[in-house]
C-alpha cells in the first residue's frame, strides 16, 4: 500500500485576483470543497489543501503552480524520536555539547540546525484570533492584517516557551534534536549570555544556536498552522494528558518542517538547474544550429551543466536577484462605520402598522365589553366564515410562494456590469461597504439580525426584541464589477445561524450551554462577507442629494485620514507624526484641489456601486436575499410552502361548505 501524500501549500494574503476561477476548478476538476479550499489557501502561513494518492495531487499542482501559489507534494516522515531534554551545555571553537539525561549531542560549528519555537499555553493562538477578528471587521475579508513575526516570538517567549533544535544533515535529514525548557537547563553554560530570567536564557540559547549553524531555519508557526498532526489544544489548568498530545503535536510539526525543507531545497534546485541549463544550450544552438540533434551536443551537456553552475555562483556572490513581476497591491482602508437608523416613525409601514395595531385593540375592547365576542365565534364556525376565512388565507399563501417560484424562475440572470433598470437577479459574493459588526459573535458581517428571546411564566421562550442591520447596504461582486444592495425590506435567507447567552462571544468561547441556564437567549443570523447570494430585486438609479463644496472637503480630509500613504507627503520632517503645522498645509492642498475640481467639473468618474443599488421594488413584487447560489434550491423550497398550503385551503373550503349546508339543512 502506497504511503498517503500531503499536498501543502502556502496560504496567500491578500487573495489571488482570480481565487474565485481557482476554487471553481479545484471543485470541478478535483472534486475538492471550494468553502474549505478558500479557509487554507487564503491566509498567513502554511496550510494541508488536500491528501491522498500522489498521482492525484499531482493533478492539481499545475493549477497551483500557474497561480505562482508555493506548494510541496511530500511523504511525511514518521517521527522515530522526540528531542532530548537538555540538562547543561558546554560550548567549544568546534561546536557545543549538549548533555541530555541518557545522552549527550553534539552541533558541529556551521551545521544546519532548523529551531522551532513554540508556545504550549495557547495565547499566540487566542491573540493571533482576536488579531483576525479585529483586522476583519474594520479592514475586510481581502485585507487582513495577520499578527507580525515580531509579536508572534514575544508572544511566545511570554507564554510557556518550548524551543526543539533539530540537527540536519547535508540532505536535510533529521540526525538527532534536543529540546530546550526554561528554567530546566544549567544557564551557567551560556557564558557572558547567561541571566537571571529562564524566558532571556532560552532566548540566548537561540542565539547561540544561530551564530554557531551553518544553516539556520527558526519555525515560529506551532499553533496557527492547517497541518495534520500538528494541532495544539487549548490546555485546562494543568492536565498532563494535554501537554503530553501538544508535545507530541510538536514533534510531527518539528518533523513535517524538516520535510518541507528537505523537498523545498532539492525542487529549488533542479527547477534552477533546469531552467539555466536550458537557457545556456539555447544560446549554444543559436551561435551554431548544426549542433541540434548531434553526438557533439551531447558530449558537451556536462560543459553546459558547469557553465550553469558557475553563473549560480556569480549570482549569488554578485548578490543579483531576479526580478519577479510584481503584483498591485491593494490599500488596506478601514471601512467607514454603518450609517445611523433612520426614525422609524416617518416610514409608512410603522403607520399602518400602528393604525392597526390600535384598531384591533379596541375591536377586542368592544367587543369584551358588550359580550359579543362568543357569540361571533359560535355563527362564525357554525356558518363556516371561519374556515372560509382560513381557507382564503392559505390560497393567498400558496399563490404568493407560486408567484415567487414563478419570478425567480422567468426572471433572467444579468451579470453586474450588465444590470439594466428594473426587475433584474444577479449574483455573487457579499462584500462589506461598512464596518458592520455583529452584536452578539462580534464578527464582521454584511448583514445580521438578533432575536432576543426570554421565559416566561411558563418557562417557555417568547421573543422579546428582533433588532437587524436592515438599513446597511452592502456590495454585491461578481466577475464583472461591484452593484449596491439596499437588504431594507427584504426576505432574507441566511444559513449561519448560532445561538448564545447576552454579551457572550460564541466565536471564541462556544455556545454550549443548556437552555434552563439562562432567562435570556440570543438567536444570530448572519451574512458573512464573502458568501455567495442570490439577489432578486428592484434595480434603480441612486437617488443622493448633491453635495455642496463644505461636504465635499469633509469627505476629501476622510478620505485623506484613511489613507496612510498619502499622509506621508505631508510629514516634511519625516518623523512619521503629522503635526498641526502639517495638518494645515494638507487641509489647504485638499481644500484647493476639491475647489479645482468643482470649478473645472472634472470630478472623477463615479463607479456603478456608487450610481445603481438594488432595492425592494414596488407594487408588492417579491425583494430576496437568499445565501445560496442554485435556483433549484430556492424555488424548491417555495414548492415545499405552496403544496401543503393549497392541500389546506382545500380543506378548509370543504369544511366551510359543510357547515353552511348543515345550517342551511
Known sequence: MSQETYLIVTQQSPPPENLQEVLTSLTREHGLDAYSSRQRLVGQGLSMLHKGDRKNLELISPLLRSENIHHWLIEPTKPRFAPAIIRNLQQDQEGITFTCQKKKVRFEKGASVLAVLADLSGQLAERSVKQLLASHAYQGIDNVSHITEEKIYKTILQGKPVLDLYLLSKQNQIIDAVRVLPGKFDHTGLGERATASSRQNLHQMLELSRENAGEFQLETSFGLVNLPNCTLRKPTGEDPDTLR??????????????????????????????????????????????????????????????????????????????????????????????????????????????????????????????????????????????????????FWGGFYFLNLKRQVENTPTSKIRSVAMGMVEVKGKAIRQYALISPMTHAACAWYRLTRYRRDRNRNWVISSITSSGNVPFLLEDETGRVCIDPTGATVRSKSKQEGSPGQSSLLHGSGFSDNDFSEKWVEELIFEGTLLYILGFAAVKKERKSNLRDKKVEALRELKRDPEAMKKFDTDGDGKISELEWEEARAAVEDQVLKESLTGRDRRRRQEEQIVIEKPTGGRPFIVAETHSETLLTSRYVRYTIPLFIGAALCTGWAISLLVKWLN
Open 245 to 394: 498530545k501538544n508535545l507530541i503535536s510538536l514533534v510531527h510539526y518539528g518533523w513535517l518542517m524538516a520535510d518541507l525543507r528537505k523537498q523545498d531545497a532539492v525542487s529549488t534546485k533542479e527547477t534552477e538547474d533546469n531552467e539555466l541549463t536550458g537557457a545556456v544550450t539555447a544560446a549554444i544552438l543559436a551561435q551554431n544550429p548544426a549542433l541540434a540533434g548531434s553526438e557533439e551536443l551531447t558530449e558537451a551537456m556536462p560543459i553546459v551543466g558547469e557553465i550553469a553552475a558557475e553563473i549560480r555562483k556569480a549570482s549569488r556572490e554578485d548578490g543579483l536577484k531576479t526580478e519577479e513581476p510584481q503584483k498591485p497591491q491593494t490599500r488596506n482602508l478601514p471601512a467607514p462605520p454603518p450609517p445611523q437608523t433612520g426614525r422609524h416613525w416617518r416610514t409608512p409601514r410603522f403607520w399602518f402598522g400602528s393604525i392597526g395595531g390600535f384598531v384591533a385593540i379596541a375591536v377586542i375592547f368592544l367587543f369584551e365589553r358588550t359580550d359579543a365576542l362568543p357569540s361571533l365565534a359560535y355563527y362564525g364556525f357554525r356558518l363556516g366564515i371561519i374556515p372560509t376565512l382560513f381557507g382564503v388565507l392559505m
